[in-house]
Each structure stands twice: as C-alpha cells, then as structure tokens.
C-alpha cells in the first residue's frame, strides 16, 4: 500500500471508513476489517454521529473486533466531533469536546484516539477554548494527534491563532466529478464561469500543501453531493469510457482508477472509502498503487466535465 505524509509519519492513502457499519453483523465487521489489515489499510475512520444516534458506529467497530492492546495498537483509530444532530448545530465548546471524546473512547474500548478532527466548521467557535480542550485531551495522552473536517484555508488560520498542536489532516469531499477543490484554481480568472467562483476560502488544496496538513478525500466516487456514484452512472457516458479504458491499462476496476485519481495528485491525498463490500475495498488499494500519467490524469479531468481553458 502506497504511503503518504501524515503528521510526524506516514499513513496508507486509502483509509477505511466506517460510517455504515451500523447494520453489519460482527462476523461482516471482522471480515472488513480483515480484508482491511491484509490490503495495507491498518487506518480506520469514524466519527461520533455515524450510525445514527451518538457512538453508534464507534461501538459496533469495537464490540465486532474485541482488540487486544497489542492488536489496538498496530492501528489508527480517527474520530471526529462538533456536530449536534438532535439540536441541528455544530459546538466546538471546550465541554462538548471533552464530552465527546470521552464517549468515543468509551464505545471504541480505547485508552486513546489517534486522530481527533473537528468535523464541520462552527460559525460561533471560540479558538482559545478549543485550544483548551487539545491542551488537556494532549496532556492526559487521550489524543494524540489533531486536525479538522470540511474547513477552509481561514477557518483553519482562526484556529492556530490559539491552538498549539499541528493541525495534521483536513478531511474534504473529492471525486473526480466533485473536484471544485482542484478545479476552481485552473479556471480561477474567467469571468461568467460556473467553475471559477471560489467556495473554499481560496486555495485550499494549496494552503495544505504549504501547511503540511493531509488532505483526506470523503465521497471519492460520488458524482455530486450525495447524488449518486459516477462509477457505471449512464450520465457520464464518456467519463467511464475513459476510466474502463484505463482500468484495463494499468490492470484495475474502474474503482481503483477513480481511487488512483486522487491519489496522483502531488499533495499526498488520502482516500477515504465508505464501502462495507470487501473487494471494493481491495479495488481500491489496488488502484492506490497506480501512478497515472499526467496525460491519463488530465484526460480523466476533461472527461469529467470540467473546464481546461
């Protein structure tokens, strides 16, 4: 498994999420996992909200696989909180931090998270208090690691004016068909142009490049926003002749192509796949493997429907 930079190390580029686990018996669980651990994947993804109701997920991944300290410790174990469905908000309180962190190592049966995001972005943040809740959750050996979901170049910025930690990944929707991230930038000054209107604060994919903060891709083969995959989709009819045609060059499924998209780019992108099917999740770590041409990556590009001036 390709490995990009992450933090102080590195990490796998394709991550193994989490969030539909809710339904799956434990034998499915340890199956995934498995195929998981023996594809190179050893980062697991979570967040407090998956399964619907608070730690739902979390729970079922560690009451199916029973680690022990020494197999909990061959892994990473991410996690995220800040959202608030019941009271339809997002909190980054210092206490709702701290809260949510101690239910997600309760439910994962874990004396530590790895990594701890922030998931979507709170209008009322109070950056001091966060920093607050990093310096304790840091100094009690409860998280070791931090970063943010879904933020842009200057929420970040408003971030580090209190916390001390690195911010070591932002965890972004990305697809090829879903690429404003990359595809603003290259349309940045055309007037009239759907594409070119930023929606990211500006340069996010740059500014992480800068920052040395890992981008990781959420939705890597959703065609929109939750609209559906554009894998095999009669809608783009010749985006997925390309991908075919490149699947059969470099010997992988169409999943491994739209995988290896991602993982091109120069910025060391991680993948953050939701599937519970095995084989796609070998497909995809068989495509992590796969370095397109510039050619191929362009072409995939265009194929998409995005503008190349």
């Not at 730690?55 to 560690?62: K, L, S, T």
């Not at 199916?64 to 309180?93: N, Y």
């Not at 972005?121 to 304790?136: I, M």
């Not at 940045?188 to 996010?204: T, Y």
Request: glycine share 8%; proline share 6%.
């Amino acid at each position: 498994m390709k490995s990009v930079p992450f933090g102080p190390g590195t990490a796998p580029a394709v991550i193994a999420g989490m969030m539909r686990i809710t339904d799956k018996p434990d034998a499915e669980i340890r199956t995934l996992y498995d195929t998981a651990r023996s594809a190179g994947i050893d980062f697991f993804d979570h967040a407090d909200i998956y399964g619907g109701a608070m730690h739902v997920c979390e729970d079922r991944f560690a009451s199916a696989l029973r680690l022990s300290p020494a197999q909990r410790e061959e892994i990473v174990l991410q996690t995220k909180c800040g959202i608030v469905p019941d009271a339809g908000m997002f909190d980054f309180s210092y206490e709702h931090i701290l809260r949510q962190v101690d239910g997600s190592l309760k439910a994962l049966r874990t004396d530590y998270i790895d990594v701890l995001l922030l998931h979507r972005p709170d209008a009322l943040v109070e950056p001091d208090e966060v920093a607050r809740a990093f310096d304790e959750l840091s100094a009690a050996g409860k998280v070791r690691e931090f970063g943010v979901s879904n933020h842009t170049p200057r929420q970040i910025d408003l971030l580090r004016t209190a916390v001390a930690q690195p911010l070591v990944a932002n965890q972004l929707q990305l697809s090829i068909t879903h690429a404003p991230i990359i595809a603003q930038p290259i349309a940045a000054n055309m007037a009239g142009e759907q594409q070119s209107i930023v929606r990211d604060g500006g340069g996010i994919v740059e500014y992480c490049r800068i920052n040395g903060i890992t981008i990781q891709a959420w939705s890597p083969y959703q065609a929109g926003f939750f609209d559906g995959v554009f894998l095999g989709n009669p809608d783009y009819p010749e985006l997925n002749a390309v991908i075919d045609r490149l699947a059969d060059t470099h010997g992988v499924t169409p999943t491994g192509v739209a995988t290896a998209w991602i993982t091109r780019h120069p910025a060391g992108m991680q993948v953050v796949l939701g599937t519970t099917t095995p084989h796609r999740l070998q497909e995809a770590a068989a495509g992590a493997d796969v370095t397109l041409s510039r050619a191929e990556w362009y072409e995939l590009y265009r194929a998409a429907g995005h503008l190349l001036p």
